[in-house]
Nanobody, 128 residues
Framework: VQLMESGGGSVQAGGSLRLSCVAS?????????LGWFRQAPGKGREGVAS???????VYADSVKGRFIISQTEANHTLHLQMNSLKSDDTAMYYC??????????????????????WGRGTQVTVSS
């Protein structure tokens, strides 16, 4: 069972990137909550965006209005469209799954302690 991220890279401030995460096996079977996390050097891992089995989406305040999380269920893929990127967005970005979650998630993205499966990460670097 694997999660494989792609789409990271280097971009100038104000630019855009689209991250994708492909899941193998049964990892995206519902119920679940899917999410993107990031970790900058010297900082903890933070939830950026989550989407639950009911389609509820929540974002961290720092990315609201700029990032969009979506999924393509047919090919088990999770996406993160990142627009108006800032230097503060520089981090390693991780795809993650919290399996068996059957709750409506309405207030905050996933926390690291909730995660059952992690991807290996993809680096995003934003230069000012």
């Amino acid at each position: 069972v694997q999660l494989m991220e792609s789409g990271g890279g280097s971009v100038q401030a104000g630019g855009s990137l689209r991250l994708s995460c492909v899941a193998s096996g049964y990892i995206f079977f519902k119920p679940n909550c899917l999410g993107w996390f990031r970790q900058a050097p010297g900082k903890g891992r933070e939830g950026v965006a989550s989407i639950d089995s009911y389609g509820n989406i929540v974002y961290a305040d720092s990315v609201k209005g700029r990032f969009i999380i979506s999924q393509t269920e047919a090919n088990h893929t999770l996406h993160l469209q990142m627009n108006s990127l800032k230097s503060d967005d520089t981090a390693m970005y991780y795809c993650a799954v919290s399996r068996f979650q059957n709750q409506h998630r309405l207030s905050h993205p996933l926390y690291p302690a909730e995660i059952t499966n992690w991807g290996r990460g993809t680096q995003v670097t934003v230069s000012s």
